[in-house]
């Protein structure tokens, strides 16, 4: 298992520090390469730039808490939680897409073989 993350490109987790505008102050967040490329990812979803993503971020956590104590950090865990969504919504999407797809064949009384069109799962034999 950790074979998988330590072999991870280093300049994925090296840091880079960025310019924003945040209520017409500007400030600079450091982050690491690949948060900032999800943040462009969110950005691009939103429809607006990185920068203009983080302002809001910052604005609505600070309508929301009234402080934000380590801005950095919330950026990083709110781009895993953007991550963990996505994966979620496409764990749904693909059930839902195998469940429609399903198709259930009798070879013998009280003997059904349920196969998914939708992806690589094997055939699974269940009784009635």
Known sequence: MCEYFVKADPIQYE?????????????SIRLENMVWDILAEMAEDEGCTTNAL??????????????????????RVTSMRYLHRSLLAMEKK???SADATATVTTL?????????????????????
Do not use: W, Y
Request: net charge positive; proline share 7%; aromatic share 6%.
């Open 15 to 27: 840091q880079r520090s960025r310019t924003v505008r945040i209520r017409n102050a500007l400030t």
């Open 94 to 96: 693909a059930e839902a």
């Open 54 to 75: 983080i302002a809001q971020f910052h604005n609505e956590v600070m309508a929301h808490r009234g402080e934000v104590p380590n801005f950095a950090s919330f950026l």
């Open 108 to 128: 013998a009384p009280g003997l059904r073989i349920q196969a998914r069109d939708a992806g690589p799962k094997p055939l699974i034999a269940v009784g009635r």
